[in-house]
């Protein structure tokens, strides 16, 4: 069993930045894909980030190309989310999600494990 625990969410002016951090209890931690989701209310949960076992690749929800990076750090356990250039869009709830066999890190039911979530909030 994993434990995930987000951190880092808030509220936020339009245009401002915020980094979430999701840290995991697995000893293994380096063996797991580990995704951002994000959920608004009354919306579907939707794909932000996701990068592999290999750290050289990660993928981006099209919302937020170029705006968000994810990056993981195995001595640590934890996956970060850098978040900028945010808009009230970005408004939701964001989740930490972590896979043992993610063949298609954009796909919800690949992850096995998730966080409680973290509130981000961008005002206008």
């Known amino acids: 069993q994993v434990q995930l625990v987000e951190s880092g969410g808030g509220l936020v002016q339009a245009g401002g930045s915020l980094r979430l951090s999701c840290t995991a209890s697995a000893r293994t931690f380096s063996r797991y894909a580990m995704g951002w989701f994000r959920q608004a209310p009354g919306k579907e949960r939707d794909f932000v980030a996701a990068?592999?076992?290999?750290?050289?690749?990660?993928y981006y929800g099209d919302a937020v190309k170029g705006r968000f990076t994810i990056s993981r750090d195995n001595a640590k356990n934890t996956v970060y989310l850098q978040m900028n250039s945010l808009k009230p869009e970005d408004t939701a709830v964001y989740y930490c999600?972590?896979?043992?066999?993610?063949?298609?890190?954009?796909?919800?039911?690949?992850?096995?494990?998730w966080g409680q979530g973290t509130q981000v909030t961008v005002s206008s």
């Open positions: 990068i592999r076992v290999n750290i050289g690749r990660s």
């Open positions: 999600a972590a896979g043992d066999a993610v063949r298609i890190a954009t796909m919800i039911r690949e992850y096995d494990y």
